[in-house]
């Protein structure tokens, strides 16, 4: 992502251009930030199931009870609507039978919408053809008290046969005329006296077309849907007409659920506390190391109502000097020993992280001397099988880093600006001197932190 100075950015991933949101969905699954958010969450109880159910590989326990606890709601909910009052039963009973009656009454078939327009074309193309022939069939033949084109047209020829010389020539052009007139007019009166006469009635298709279609305004866009209301209306009012037997039914089928709901939690929960043990273990181990060499942590499981996550309630409890009893984390915790709590948590964690960077924000928050050199240790060997980018003010975090990047910030025209440069061998010493000691860099200072470079270095590809 390329960032300038009038507010537009550049986003590629893969040389592809992307938009930001895109972004931020990809890289969820590619980078695990860790910093003061992070701490905060430690301290939230509510979260900390949350790292058990990602070493217990306990999905399909969690999914049966899942949908035991949803099929426990919906029961519930049955049951609840099934007890409404009797004057709100009587008046939804009126209106489901009055929308069942207008329903089945209807008699409502799939497809008769689409053949009742069918039979309407036919009809109407019946009236338009038999209107046209009958109109022709009197033009040709005429009527009671009007000669047709026929009969006027042998009249003209019987009065031009009477004449001799050039008009007989336009008389046998008339007679070759009416004898095609004749054949058109006779096969006119044949088509008309054997059309197929149509049974269907117009005004009569009208009328239950616009009756579907005042049904549908109600009951839905299609035969179907009307049809999957009526079902529904019918179920409704069997439902209200046998309220009582069908709570009884509802009652027994809850008490049934609830009981396999109980199994269902109490097998989460023996997934939970048995990799809790397993968890225990290894983070006390990971805390000793890091310098907490009598804390003791558990994680508490109790029994407590039953939502979507389970039936019961986990908290880290931790002691960390030999002698006190085990107390809620964020009661008792430093900010060193929450940071290292939560180094050793995220190390536990790795083999079920498919994220392959993971960026440490003020992981030394508290921690100096023996306890952030071992912090140093810890984050090298997290790093042994996917990125680690720390943000860190102590050097003996940073001189076990493999490269290292300053960040300054600088203002311009009011602006304040963040720059990160790559540090070269001699600038990676420097920078290590300068953050034991401050802006002067002596010589000895120097040579010191060359040789905490080079000794961290060493003793990490150990």
Not at 34 to 45: E, F, S
Not at 73 to 81: D, G, Q, V, W
Not at 319 to 348: F, Q, Y
């Amino acid at each position: 992502r390329k960032l300038s100075l009038n507010g537009k950015g550049i986003i590629k991933i893969n040389g592809k251009p992307l938009t930001a949101s895109v972004l931020k969905a990809i890289a969820g699954g590619l980078i695990n930030i860790h910093g003061q958010h992070d701490n905060q969450a430690l301290l939230n109880p509510d979260t900390h199931s949350g790292y058990i159910d990602a070493l217990a590989e306990n999905q399909k326990e969690k999914a049966e009870y899942y949908k035991e606890f949803k099929n426990v709601n919906k029961i519930r909910k049955e049951l609840e609507a099934l007890e409404c009052d009797e004057d709100e039963k009587q008046r939804k009973t009126e209106l489901l039978k009055y929308q069942i009656k207008e329903l089945t009454e209807a008699d409502i078939k799939i497809g008769e919408i689409a053949e009742l327009k069918e039979k309407l074309t036919i009809a109407e193309n019946y009236e338009k053809t038999v209107k046209a022939l009958s109109n022709a069939n009197n033009c040709f033949y005429g009527g009671d008290d009007t000669d047709g084109a026929v009969e006027m047209l042998k009249n003209a020829e019987k009065q031009l046969s009477t004449l001799n010389g050039e008009i007989e020539k336009s008389n046998t052009k008339l007679r070759d005329a009416i004898s095609v007139l004749e054949d058109v007019a006779a096969e006119t009166a044949r088509t008309l006296e054997h059309y197929e006469f149509s049974d269907f009635n117009p005004d009569e298709i009208n009328q239950r077309l616009d009756l579907l279609y005042r049904l549908m305004l109600k009951y839905g866009n299609s035969e179907e849907q009307m049809l999957e209301y009526l079902a529904d209306a019918e179920s409704q009012l069997d439902n209200i007409t046998f309220s009582d037997k069908r709570a009884a039914e509802l009652s027994d089928e809850l008490e049934n659920s609830k009981q396999r709901l109980v199994k269902l939690g109490a097998a989460l929960t023996a997934t939970r506390k048995k990799t809790a043990e397993k968890f225990e273990k290894s983070v006390t181990e990971i805390l000793c190391y890091l310098n907490m060499p009598s804390v003791t942590f558990k994680v508490d499981i109790k029994s407590g109502r039953y939502t979507k996550n389970g039936c019961d309630t986990m908290e880290f409890m931790i002691s960390a000097n030999k002698g006190e009893t085990v107390k809620p984390l964020h009661k008792i915790a430093s900010g060193g020993e929450l940071s290292r709590t939560m180094l050793a948590i995220k190390s536990v964690l790795l083999d079920k992280d498919p994220v392959g960077t993971m960026i440490f924000d003020e992981i030394d928050t508290g921690i100096s001397g023996y306890a952030a050199d071992k912090v140093g240790i810890q984050l090298c060997r997290v790093a042994k099988g996917r990125q680690v980018i720390c943000v860190t003010h102590l050097a003996q975090i940073a001189a076990r880093a493999k490269a290292h990047l300053l960040i300054e910030k600088s203002t311009q025209n009011a602006r304040t600006f963040t720059k990160v440069y790559p540090l070269s061998g001699d600038e990676r010493i420097h920078e290590i001197a300068r953050i034991m000691s401050g802006s002067e860099i002596t010589e000895n200072l120097y040579n010191s932190a060359k040789e905490l470079i080079d000794r961290s270095q060493k003793n990490d590809n150990l």
